[in-house]
C-alpha cells in the first residue's frame, strides 16, 4: 500500500538508551518531515529535509538528529534518550510540486522513556 | 509569533447532532488556514483549506468560514456520525512558507 510507514509503532526506553525511528515513503516524495506531539501541545517540527541528502533544523531539534541517505527514507535518532522525549512522532511527506498543505502523514510511534 | 489557539475536548455528541469546533489563530499578513483530521491509528489527514479571508473550506460534510475580522476558522458540520469520532487539529500557514503550525487538537466523540 502506497504511503507513509513509521517503525516501529510503539516503543519504551530507558533514560541514556539510544534508538532510531524509521521513516519510510514509497511515493518518490522530495520533502520529508518529523514532528512530535505532546499533551496540551500541537504538532511541532523536530527535523525536515527537501530531498535525499539534505536535512535541516526546524521548531525543537535538540536531542534528536537525522539522515536521509535514501530519498525514500528519514530516519529520526535519539543518541542518548530522555524523558522529556516521551511523545507520540509523526513523519510525513510531500511531493515538491505539490501545495505545502497536502502532506501525507504516518501513523505515528509511541514512544516512552523512563 | 504565529499561533492557534483550539477549544479544550474531548467533544461528546449523539450522532446527528450538531457540531462546532472553535479555533482561533494570530498571526502576521494573511495566512492560510486548514483542518487536519486525525482517525484512530492513522496519520493526520487534510480535511478542508481556506487561503484567504471568507473564503470557505468544505470536505465530506465539514465546513469552516476564514474570518479575517474575527481571526477564527471554526468547523462545522450539520449532523456528525459516529464515523466522524477523530481528533481535528486546526493549523495555518503564513503566506508563501512551507511551515504549519498546529493547534494542539479537539478530540470528538460521536455516540449512537
Known amino acids: 500500500n502506497a504511503g507513509v510507514t513509521q517503525t516501529p509503532k510503539f516503543r519504551v526506553l530507558k533514560t541514556g538508551q539510544s534508538m532510531t525511528l524509521l521513516c519510510a515513503q514509497d511515493m518518490n516524495h522530495e520533502y520529508m518531515y518529523w514532528y512530535r506531539q505532546d499533551p496540551g501541545m500541537g504538532l511541532r517540527l523536530i527535523h525536515y529535509?527537501?530531498?535525499?541528502?539534505?536535512?535541516a533544523k526546524g521548531e525543537v531539534p535538540d536531542g534528536y538528529n537525522v539522515s536521509r541517505l535514501k530519498k525514500q527514507n528519514f530516519l529520526l535518532g535519539l543518541e542518548s534518550a530522555a524523558p522529556s522525549q516521551t511523545s507520540v512522532y509523526f513523519c510525513?511527506?510531500?511531493?515538491?510540486?505539490?501545495?505545502?498543505?497536502?502532506?501525507?502523514f504516518g501513523s505515528g510511534t509511541r514512544l516512552t522513556v523512563v | 509569533g504565529d499561533s492557534v489557539t483550539q477549544m479544550e475536548g474531548p467533544v461528546t455528541l449523539s450522532e446527528e447532532a450538531f457540531l462546532t469546533i472553535n479555533c482561533t489563530y494570530t498571526?502576521?499578513?494573511?495566512?492560510?488556514l486548514f483542518w487536519y483530521v486525525q482517525y484512530p491509528g492513522e496519520g493526520l489527514q487534510l480535511l478542508l483549506k481556506?487561503?484567504?479571508?471568507?473564503d470557505k473550506g468544505s470536505n465530506k460534510g465539514f465546513e469552516a468560514t476564514y474570518r479575517k475580522e474575527t481571526t477564527s476558522f471554526h468547523l462545522e458540520k450539520g449532523s456528525v456520525q459516529v464515523s466522524d469520532s477523530a481528533v481535528y487539529f486546526c493549523a495555518l500557514s503564513a503566506r508563501n512558507t512551507d511551515k504549519l503550525i498546529f493547534g494542539t487538537g479537539t478530540r470528538l466523540q460521536v455516540f449512537p
Open positions: 510525513a511527506s510531500r511531493p515538491q510540486t505539490e501545495p505545502f498543505w497536502g502532506r501525507t
Open positions: 481556506a487561503t484567504k479571508a471568507d
Open positions: 529535509s527537501v530531498g535525499e541528502g539534505t536535512t
Open positions: 498571526a502576521t499578513g494573511y495566512p492560510s
